[in-house]
């Protein structure tokens, strides 16, 4: 910042020809020493195999990918490696998601379709998995990555019926059914109605048929709908027998609930509220 308004000031007391050698010495500076700006280098160790985009064109490429992912600035500090998993307390399953999500990352192949869905209580650390992939896959891979809050999502689509408001229905989901990798934060969080389902079944369907990667973080446990749990041999977890929360099947659907299964490998994140334990006020 200092150096660049120390030059600004040389260049404007010399007059307009310093000016222009200042311009020409940055764009030198600027041109990349591994491609000398074509976007291409030699193939790392085998430049007999020709060429491969530049770290450049990644680098420029991941800036604008990040910006377009929208993710929310509460979670712009997550990544994959600052993930822990051995802090005091820490639940066996917490390692174990997070060497799910890196091999994820490792293995990602864009036609397979085949995404994640992490499930786990409060604060258990799903949404920074999930944003610590959408960066892992944008750095590493250049994927057109989405961060989607489903409250926010089903509230945008239903100020869309307004007449007052601009964006159409369509408009509002076209990102989210084209993103390459979907990250649909927090799914069930609405209270299910018939229009909740239906844009759920909607969305998820769309990619699904599409064979695009979505990513889903919820709070909901994944088991049977109520009416499905109390028809069927289903049997309940003592804890969810004695006050019977809510589960996935009851807030999406049992029909999506048994999509999802095929769209997704199931993650379980078990363990204390990291937020809580870590992150409170009186914490630092
Ligand atoms: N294992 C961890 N290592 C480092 N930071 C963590 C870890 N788990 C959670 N955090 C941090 O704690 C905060 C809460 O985590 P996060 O939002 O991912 O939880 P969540 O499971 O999505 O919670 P919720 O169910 O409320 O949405 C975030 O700031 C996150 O970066
Ligand atoms: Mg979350
Ligand atoms: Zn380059």
Known sequence: MCTERKRIGVAARAGSGAELNYTNMKTAAEVCPLCAGSGWKPVAEAPER??????CQLRSRGGALI?????PKRYEHCELSEFTTDFPGADRSIALAKIGAERFVQEFDPRDGKGLLLVGGIGTGKTHLGVGILKELIAARGCACLFCDYRELLKQIQNSYNDSVQA????VLRPVFEAEVLLL?????VKPSEWVWDTVSL???TRYNDNRTTLI???FADEPAASVARSSSVSLSPARAAAREETLGDRIGERMRSRLH???RIVKMDGPDFRQKFKSASFG
């Open 168 to 171: 159409t229905e369509l408009q």
């Open 203 to 205: 969305i998820l369907n």
């Open 217 to 219: 973080t919820t709070n």
């Open 262 to 264: 095929e769209m997704c």
């Open 50 to 55: 020709g060429v491969t985009r530049c770290d």
């Open 67 to 71: 910006a377009a992912a929208r993710i």
């Open 185 to 189: 934060d927090e799914l069930g969080a």
